[in-house]
């Protein structure tokens, strides 16, 4: 799609790093190069103010990618967009039946009101729920890991959504300060919200989350 729209050597492409590696292959599979922007803390997603100081000369587009259900707020790219003259594109997320999206509402509010000691998602404009993102709070990666597996440990299947941001892998390594895509590397968790979940899993959810909640405090 880059190739079609005339995106090619020489060019660059403003890109997330927090979320899959495919994006920035794409870029470089048309022989520009990508150009990591950080993400807005609440939603995961492409924080507009970061992409327009990302933008030089070069620039030839931005490709905006919608998280976990989540959506990005493709109305100011686009306005970036018609201001310098970029492309701007999206990647969505897979659509589940409306049912399945309901139920997955359902268990995500019941999480959302019972949960403590983590940072529930911020819902937003029709967060249809892909994954259950909360933040853990504590020293930020080392404690993450730690909830993570005492979580699975009372039989909670949970993941880290991000484990690496591209920016830091070997072939995409860069400099670029980004300290929120950072910091939700870190502090991330995707908790299960799956339309299968009986009530009694989800109560084990939450039971274990806020046993083990309140034991972990930020270092001063």
């Not at 502090?187 to 989800?202: C, F, G, I, N, Y």
């Amino acid at each position: 799609m880059l190739r079609a729209a005339g995106v090619g050597a020489g060019d660059e492409v403003v890109v997330p790093a927090f979320g899959n590696v495919e994006v920035a292959e794409a870029v470089t599979q048309a022989g520009a190069l990508p150009v990591f922007a950080d993400i807005e803390p609440a939603g995961y997603c492409l924080d507009a103010s970061a992409v327009e100081a990302a933008i030089t000369p070069r620039t030839a587009g931005i490709v905006v990618v919608h998280r976990f259900g989540r959506r990005a707020d493709i109305a100011r790219m686009h306005v970036l967009g018609q201001r310098h003259g970029l492309l701007v594109l999206e990647q969505g997320e897979s659509e589940a039946p409306y049912d399945e999206m309901a139920q997955r509402r359902e268990r995500a509010a019941y999480l959302d009101a019972k949960l403590k000691g983590v940072r529930t998602p911020d819902g937003g404009s029709g967060h249809t729920y892909q994954q259950y993102v909360v933040r853990v709070p504590g020293n930020g990666r080392p404690d993450r890991d730690a909830f993570a597996r005492a979580l699975r440990a009372k039989g909670v299947e949970c993941r880290v959504p991000v484990k690496t941001p591209v920016h830091r892998l070997p072939e995409f390594r860069s400099r670029v300060a980004l300290p929120e895509t950072e910091r939700a590397a870190d502090e991330t968790l995707a908790l299960p919200v799956d339309a299968s979940l009986t009530k009694r899993e989800m109560q084990r959810t939450v039971s274990a989350c806020n046993a083990l909640g309140g034991l972990l405090q930020p270092a001063f």
